[in-house]
């Protein structure tokens, strides 16, 4: 779907001319944007948090928002269990929770028809969850870069199994691009847990959000680029099982 553009929103936009030549050529990169329409997330919301939610799940909990860093480039990671992720993690750490739009990294399935119309224009962006873009990666890496706040998934789909599943290494290696790069800028990832009381949400189920403690990712930049993107990853699987038995 063509993404129309508005006055109010505000968009990033990749570098097509940072992009490595080892993997393919500037000519053959698509760019990947983000926007948030403000008049459309001013409507939403309100609607979403104070009557969506509450009348859709009969709790929804969430412990540890005093974990979300209110400044600096952040990459949230909560498991991924249903559709309604988002829309819980806007509830859980969105803007009138730390202050700062949400970025969404969505599986590209997902950005279609009327629901893709309002991802876009909620700050989303597409991803092929088995081989993601050049352009989705610089997106990302820029989001970052300029001091954003960005959703990714890194279980890559949903379980309903209701275990982590092994986390997909891209994550990592996005975060240590930009931390090697930045490290002043102090990028954080933020391991967060979402549960259903069904592994099928329903109307009147529960929902329990569990944020964690950051993990540092400039700790991580003292080894090779595998070695690090293994031990981070590592080490936010842990975290997020952890947070998912409690």
């Not at 500037?26 to 409507?43: D, E, F, M, Y």
């Not at 009969?58 to 990671?77: D, H, M």
């Not at 269990?81 to 829309?87: N, P």
Request: proline residues 8%; hydrophobic residues 35%; glycine residues 8%.
């Amino acid at each position: 779907m063509m993404q129309v553009q508005s006055r109010e929103e505000t968009q990033t936009r990749t570098a097509v001319t940072e992009l490595p030549s080892e993997t393919t050529t500037p000519a053959k990169v698509v760019p990947v944007t983000s926007g948030v329409t403000r008049w459309l997330i001013a409507i939403l919301d309100p609607i979403g948090r104070h009557l969506l939610m509450p009348f859709y799940f009969r709790r929804l909990q969430v412990t540890g928002q005093e974990n979300l860093p209110k400044r600096g480039p952040v990459i949230l990671a909560p498991t991924h269990r249903s559709r309604w992720d988002g829309l819980v993690m806007a509830y859980a750490a969105g803007k009138p929770v730390i202050g700062r739009d949400l970025r969404f990294m969505v599986s590209q399935d997902e950005i279609k028809g009327l629901q893709g119309w309002f991802i876009r224009r909620m700050g989303g962006f597409p991803v092929n969850t088995k081989h993601p873009t050049i352009g989705t990666i610089r997106h990302s890496v820029e989001i970052l870069r300029s001091g954003g706040v960005l959703v990714m998934f890194p279980e890559g789909n949903i379980f309903r199994h209701g275990r982590i599943n092994p986390l997909k290494p891209g994550m990592a290696r996005i975060a240590l691009q930009v931390a090697s790069s930045q490290p002043e800028s102090d990028l954080k990832i933020v391991p967060i847990s979402i549960c259903y009381s069904e592994p099928v949400p329903h109307w009147r189920c529960d929902a329990k959000v569990s944020i964690g403690t950051p993990l540092n990712v400039v700790d991580y930049c003292t080894q090779s680029g595998k070695k690090s993107a293994q031990q981070l990853t590592n080490d936010l699987e842990v975290a997020m099982n952890n947070l998912d038995q409690d």
